[in-house]
């Protein structure tokens, strides 16, 4: 086995809280193993560029309650190229970097499998709030981002129910629904839309308020995922259909921010140091998952071909509480 003597870390993609706790905890089992740890800016841009720092524990002092990345983070379309790829593992080659463990979500893990391809050993860390990772239960920034949304939607409540209104609430999570089906539920919501369930708009939403208004309910909650389509339409639809008025929220990037909970920096910081683990015993082409609450990797190829499905029992309780 070959002899580790440094190692990269980078975010890419969207941000997401935790992972700061997640760098803290590369570069600090880096140094509890007497290794080089380097950080790369703006994820495999800095990896192109040579934008490098080197880290060592104290320099990641404080960051563990930081939201946001102390690295930056940015799309790259260079790497997606063949001589993108080639420039990065010169980089590598030139500041000898015998590992990279990268954070962030699927487009993220492609870039790893990329560098692991001409023969620099890499690990995957999942940190996106949409967690949409279909390899793992839990990404990084997923329970911070519920607890934003909540906070949000429970201060939204109480000026609904002044004025007997229907807030329509659009949230994050791309093309997956897991962030607004935990979110609905935690926050009492009236209906919850999410990409995974065909919409009947008469039957899910507007006979729910029907019924709502019969039973003497004042003011409704609709959570809808980003990936549905328009908050707008939604609440135009409402409003013709039952004369309420209703109000949209789009809460948007303020989901990506904040510090993270307690969750978000356990996971974030065993991840971590699974990660470093797994480059020193040899492993490359890996992503770190959280199966059945317990961390394990898998080959990034597999985990990039799996489809994580919305938990229908989870959906099933959402609209048993909306009676």
Not at 142 to 165: G, P, V, W, Y
Request: proline fraction near 2%; charged fraction near 25%; glycine fraction near 12%.
């Amino acid at each position: 086995m070959a002899k580790i003597n440094r190692i990269g870390v980078l975010t890419s993609g969207g941000d997401a809280p935790g992972m700061n706790a997640a760098i803290r905890a590369v570069v600090r089992s880096c140094s509890y193993y007497g290794i080089t740890c380097l950080g790369i800016h703006r994820g495999y841009n800095g990896l192109i560029n040579g934008d490098i720092v080197t880290m060592d524990a104290r320099s990641v002092n404080g960051v563990i309650s930081r939201g946001g990345t102390m690295l930056y983070t940015a799309r790259c379309p260079e790497f997606m190229t063949e001589e993108g790829v080639k420039k990065a593992i010169g980089t590598c080659k030139y500041l000898g970097i015998d590992g990279i463990i990268a954070i962030g979500g699927d487009g993220t893990f492609r870039g790893a499998r990329d560098l692991a391809a001409h023969g620099v050993p890499t690990i995957g860390i999942p940190a996106t709030i949409d967690n949409d990772i279909a390899s793992t239960q839990y990404s990084i920034g997923f329970d911070t981002a519920c607890n934003t949304a909540q906070d949000a939607i429970d201060k939204l409540r109480d000026t609904m129910q002044s004025h007997e209104r229907c807030s329509v609430v659009e949230v994050m999570g791309r093309n997956a629904g897991h962030l607004a089906l935990h979110v609905g539920i935690a926050t009492g919501a009236t209906a919850i839309l999410v990409p995974e369930k065909e919409l009947d708009m008469e039957q899910d939403v507007i006979e729910k308020i029907r019924l709502g208004r019969i039973n003497k309910r004042s003011h409704f909650i609709i959570i809808v995922a980003e990936g549905v389509g328009s908050a707008m339409k939604v609440a135009e639809k409402i409003k013709e259909e039952t004369g309420i008025d209703a109000r949209v929220t789009i809460l948007g990037h303020i989901q990506r921010g904040g510090s993270p909970s307690a969750e978000d920096r356990v996971w974030a910081t065993r991840m971590g140091e699974y990660a470093v683990t797994g480059i020193l015993n040899g492993k490359s082409n890996r992503v770190v998952c959280v199966v059945n609450d317990k961390l394990i990797d898998m080959d990034i190829n597999e985990a990039l071909e799996m489809h994580k499905d919305l938990p229908n029992e989870m959906y099933l309780t959402s609209k048993m509480m909306a009676v």
